[in-house]
């Protein structure tokens, strides 16, 4: 048999960047004392070889660092439950799996940065800190060492940045793309809560949690809340709350 | 001393904590996971051409055990356990094509956990393969060093007991690759860990591709048999 073409580029030049921009922000939360979680429903294995990798390097002296795949069946209570603000969450998922995308929209209110690694149709813009994606639509992309390759890689670049102490303390406002009204980490409309237990009168507020922690928040504007339900919250009142489906303002 | 290395920072940006533009860092970064991707990418196509044959020879006897009820039992350790459950899913749970019965032996915590600590690490498989197999069976092992014991222990089990037995090894090969009681062995010449463990992928799902085309080809045949002689020997 003969095949003497090069071989397809597996990583191009924008994917590249995207990797290196996430590696940077990977190092710097782990410095600054992150957890990694990690998440793939639909493909388990690679949930726990991410984590193997930053728990037991397989270069000998790296730094083995604190990583945990999260396989229940539900990943957000699992996730939910999991993550301190400053840590990082992983999914390797299709932008269509919906516990991956309640996820990736809930991880602000917790005070997480996200990466999200996938195949075939992007997810909305803004939808994950850092998207790293394999561009190709064919369905056996998780089976031929595409993501295998590309948790790889990041694994290898995070180590990279540890050699450049100097860039490791510096604020890093995660990736998402600020281009519209709908970002709601960064807007001035207000930051990103998710209900921890509902008003227990009219008049009393409901305990919501943020990106620094569980506060007191006034819901009177937005109507009855019930756990879980997203809002966004500025100067101690809920503003508006988060559609259930699309995550926009409603 | 503190003196000397204020004089000399500028000699050593990286090494000192006094870096702050991450610009020429991000752009190495990049540079460096193309460079590496490319490296994988030539490994992988010169691993399946290298196997092409062998990989051929082994789906096909791979396709004649599972219609015989013959399952697939897959393992490794670290890394290498993960990337046997991806491989046992594509058998049992593929997107396309036909499914056949296949389970990693690393993924029951309870049994993993009960052997190793009742008999030792080294027979976490081996004591797998004696409970579930039968000779027409099919074991694949995935070992970056080909040397794992425990893995070695599995295959000389299998081997023992009828199994058709497959490693994907890497470095010069290790045990496995010299072991008489593996049918093929799949050695991925590279140093490095990660570089072997991507190629292991690709080498899995071409072995799978394989499978699935010759089980279409039985299928084919069998179904043409069965029209030309209708009411036979069912």
Not at chain 1, 189 to 210: F, K, N, Q, Y
Not at chain 2, 165 to 192: K, L, N, P, R, W
């Amino acid at each position: 048999m003969t095949m003497t073409q090069e071989p397809a580029a597996l990583i191009g030049k924008d994917l590249s960047d995207d990797l290196a921009a996430a590696s940077l922000a990977l190092a710097r939360k782990f410095h600054a004392g992150a957890t990694l979680w990690v998440v793939s429903p639909q493909w388990e294995p690679h949930a726990h070889h991410v984590a193997v990798e930053f728990v037991h390097p397989v270069i000998m002296g790296k730094r083995a660092l604190p990583s945990v795949a999260l396989v229940d069946p539900d990943p957000v209570a699992q996730a939910r439950v999991a993550t301190r603000p400053g840590d990082v969450i992983i999914a390797v998922a299709s932008a269509a799996d919906p516990r991956v995308v309640d996820l990736m929209r809930r991880a602000p209110a917790w005070g997480a940065q996200t990466i999200w690694i996938g195949f075939g149709a992007r997810p909305a813009a803004g939808s994950a800190d850092h998207v790293l994606w394999v561009e190709s639509d064919d369905p056996m992309v998780p089976a031929t060492g595409r993501f295998v390759l590309m948790y790889h890689l990041l694994w290898e670049l995070t180590h990279v940045c540890f050699e450049h102490p100097g860039l490791l303390t510096m604020a890093d406002d995660g990736g998402r793309d600020c281009t519209d009204e709908v970002c709601v980490t960064c807007s001035d409309e207000g930051r990103l809560g998710e209900v921890v237990m509902a008003p227990e009168s009219e008049v009393s507020p409901a305990l919501v949690r943020t990106a620094t922690g569980e506060e007191a928040v006034d819901v009177t504007l937005v109507g009855p809340v019930e756990p879980g339900d997203l809002l966004l919250v500025h100067a101690g009142a809920a503003l508006t709350r988060l559609d259930d489906v699309t995550g926009a303002a409603s | 001393m503190t003196d000397l290395n204020q004089n000399t920072d500028f000699l050593y940006p990286f090494i000192e904590g006094t870096e702050h533009d991450p610009d020429s860092l991000l752009l190495d970064l990049a540079s460096s996971a193309r460079g590496k991707a490319e490296v994988s990418a030539r490994l992988q196509q010169a691993s399946l051409e290298e196997y092409e044959d062998r990989l051929r020879a082994a789906g096909a006897e791979m396709a004649d055990r599972f219609p015989r009820g013959g399952r697939l039992y897959t393992f490794g350790n670290g890394g290498s356990s993960t990337d046997a459950a991806t491989l046992a899913s594509l058998f049992c749970r593929p997107v396309r094509g036909r499914a056949v019965p296949a389970w990693s032996l690393a993924a029951d915590q309870a049994v993993v956990t009960a052997l190793g600590n009742d008999v030792g690490f080294e027979l976490i498989f081996s004591r797998q393969v004696i409970a579930h197999s039968r000779p027409v069976d099919m074991a694949i092992a995935l070992s970056t060093s080909g040397n794992s014991d425990d893995l070695i222990r599995a295959l000389t089990e299998a081997r023992r007991r009828g199994l058709l037995t497959i490693g994907f090894a890497g470095h010069e090969g290790g045990a496995m690759s010299t072991s008489d009681d593996v049918d093929y062995c799949f050695t991925v010449h590279s140093q490095s860990i990660h570089r072997i463990q991507e190629s292991h992928a690709r080498l899995g799902y071409r072995l799978w591709s394989v499978v699935q085309e010759e089980t279409q080809r039985r299928t084919t045949a069998l179904l043409a048999a069965g029209r030309s002689d209708p009411g036979g020997n069912r």
